[in-house]
């Protein structure tokens, strides 16, 4: 059974930083990409940045750019993301999820197949 399991989320001052972690289990993720995507109140799920277990492309949302980071540690089966530079607009519930579809973006949320059950970022202005 597949298992993803995000830590990390917390409040913190626009500016500030968070790392959120992403526990993979349940598999073997090789070939597996990773994701990051949120949901703030009242809007849909948008992408965040995404990675490949194997080779480690990545890709991100314009509006994380230069301020985002995402990286594996393949011996932990885990997914990290570093936050910096936090804007209010920020304020999420941020959730880690892994997919496995032949060509993807790994930018739309029907591209992933297993979920975690998300953490709560919330950045004050």
């Known amino acids: 059974q597949v298992q993803l399991v995000e830590t990390g989320g917390g409040l913190v001052q626009a500016g500030g930083s968070l790392r959120l972690s992403c526990a993979a289990s349940?598999?073997?993720?090789?070939?597996?990409?990773m994701g990051w995507l949120r949901q703030a109140p009242g809007k849909e799920r948008e992408f965040v940045a995404a990675i490949r277990w194997s080779g480690g492309a990545t890709n991100y949302a314009d509006s994380v750019k230069g301020r985002f980071t995402i990286s594996t540690d393949n011996a932990k089966n885990t997914v990290y993301l570093q936050m910096n530079s936090l804007k209010p607009e920020d304020t999420a519930v941020y959730y880690c999820?892994?997919?496995?579809?032949?060509?993807?973006?790994?930018?739309?949320?029907?591209?992933?197949?297993?979920w975690g059950q998300g953490t709560q970022v919330t950045v004050s202005s």
């Open positions: 999820a892994a997919g496995n579809r032949g060509r993807p973006t790994m930018t739309r949320a029907y591209e992933y197949d297993y």
């Open positions: 349940g598999r073997t993720f090789s070939r597996y990409y």
